[in-house]
């Protein structure tokens, strides 16, 4: 099957929408133009609003292991199509090739896991308050959900929705993000092969998000908003979502703390920083944002820090051996410079910068000295960019850690078994790595306290998000 050509189109239905409107989609390495997308417009979202609702009933109906079985064929089609997927990645996101796998396996893995999940959605037999009654809860699909993905993670976001909802019984309308609507268009193909609905997955990409998703937020047929991406945008879509109720899974924006205590193995600790960092060029909500290193161990970890990250290269993901692809566009890199000018400008010493062409591309740097006066200390820096501040105490660090209003992701590194469980049960976060810096996993629950969100993707949790628990209390005749 040929996933992508110059001309691809919104998904309406089953079939290809047709339009006069065009978006671009640009590489963001070389900002040479891939291909143009079909814009869905108001009609486009209509039809798919339509043709979800009528899918509804035919999904529902549709035993689970039914459901489990296309789920396990898409699977299967995904890593078929692995090689094909990860370039089509890094063409238009620019991670490099072997990130753009590792991704698509990851994505994958949300798919394999929610066909197994979808044969589990188990009601409960409730000990009943008095003779004669029984009380049951089933659970039911919740409705048409409406994704919002972001261009990061082009697959994974889009599975870890996706396979939910349809294990769940859930048609699904996406709007994946205009910078990277190939892999979402790609992945939707490949789900009609494997057996979904015409309307069970349909893709609706728009360079107007707000002008597409608002009608259809304010539509009581979509039941559920399920999105990844700012907290700004977060509270918006919230506010839409208010008059007609809906339930929201909303996975926003992270500032992570990154601890290393006096007792860590530095050489672990660098060999953690260094995924919670430039994992994707550092353009993760789970990245390591501000990296508190205790005062005594201070120097020995930025100079292992500086070694480790001089052998970063960054260059085209599609060429072997690049470590660090180009921001996503200009707009990315904008902002991350001006937070180092920023921090540069308060006070911060940079400590190592290292090479990068021109366009999008960054350097990965390093600077130390960064305060709670430093814009970098309060914003996503989404760049390959570490910010190192120095502390002297437990107490404080773990103070500081929290004093944001953010709580998503947070490391540390310890080898003091009672400060490793003091700290696990102090830190306000959704999820904490310790003595770990990759935690993201099919299996466990992804997602944040605070303004970093609402609800959980993947594990058990990531299907009850797509389910209600209706009541059902019996009266026997005696
Ligand atoms: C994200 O950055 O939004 C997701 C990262 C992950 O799944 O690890």
Redo the contacts with the bound molecule.
Sequence with gaps: MTLITEQAHSWVNGNPWQSQRQLTVHNPANDVPIATVSIADHEAAEQALNAAQACFDILKQRPAQQRAEVLLRWYHLILDHQAALAELMTTEQGKPLSEALAEVR?AAGFVQWFAEEARRAYGEVIPSHSAGHQLITVKQPIGVVLGIT?W??PL??IT?KVAPAYAAGCPFILKPSEETPLSAIALAKLALEAGFESAAFQVLVSDDAAALVAPLLASPVVRKLTF?GSTAVGKKLLALSADTVKRTSM?LG?NAPFIVFSSADVHEAVAGLMIAKF??GG?????ANRVFVHQDIHEAFTDALIEAVEKLRVGDGLEANTDIGPLINAKAKDKAEYLVEDALSKGAQRVFQGTAGAGHFMAPTILRGVSEKMDIYHQEIFAPVVSIIAFSDESSVVRQANDVKEGLAAYFYSQDVSQIHRVSMALEYGMVGINEGA??NPVAP?GGVKQSGLGREGAKEGLQEFLESKYLCQKFSS
């Design positions: 990851y972001p990061n993670f994974a976001m870890r990844t996975e992270g994992r994707n353009q993760t909500c789970v990245a935690i993201s992804f």
